[in-house]
């Protein structure tokens, strides 16, 4: 899958949660619920992969690193503060979306104002 392409889905699993925003953020598409959780990182400073750096539940991050270090990674810059890198283009040539979007949903309710995060509970 080529970078515009996981841009597109990408934008389609973040655009899909209650108002939801993206604009560009140090130069990468990024999704916003008044805070951003959602940042896609393609080729970060020369590094090989695409990836998300997301907002992650506490302890989520080194669970789930020590659990794939292949697909999961602590992100510069944020990792310090408990965001999650998941890499996109991992052994298979992409990603597995049902994943990404349990990632992504996951960031929307660690940044989301409590009654926002409370609609994607409930299916909306």
């Known amino acids: 899958m080529d970078p515009d392409e996981l841009?597109?889905?990408l934008r389609q699993v973040c655009l899909a949660l209650p108002e939801v925003t993206e604009k560009v953020s140090h130069g990468s598409p990024s999704?916003?619920?008044r805070k951003m959780f959602v940042s896609y990182v393609g080729h970060h400073h020369g590094?090989?992969?695409l990836a998300i750096w997301v907002a992650a539940p506490e302890g989520a991050q080194e669970e789930m690193v020590t659990a794939d270090p292949a697909r999961f990674f602590r992100p510069p810059y944020v990792g310090h503060r408990g965001w999650l890198g998941m890499?996109?283009?991992v052994e298979t040539g992409g990603p597995?979306?049902?994943e990404v979007r349990e990632v992504v949903a996951d960031?929307?309710?660690v940044i989301a104002p409590k009654?926002?995060?409370a609609r994607l509970d409930e299916g909306a």
């Open 7 to 9: 841009v597109e889905r």
């Open 31 to 33: 999704w916003f619920v």
């Open 47 to 49: 590094d090989e992969h």
């Open 87 to 89: 890499r996109l283009d």
């Open 96 to 98: 597995d979306w049902d």
């Open 107 to 109: 960031a929307y309710r």
């Open 115 to 117: 009654k926002l995060a």
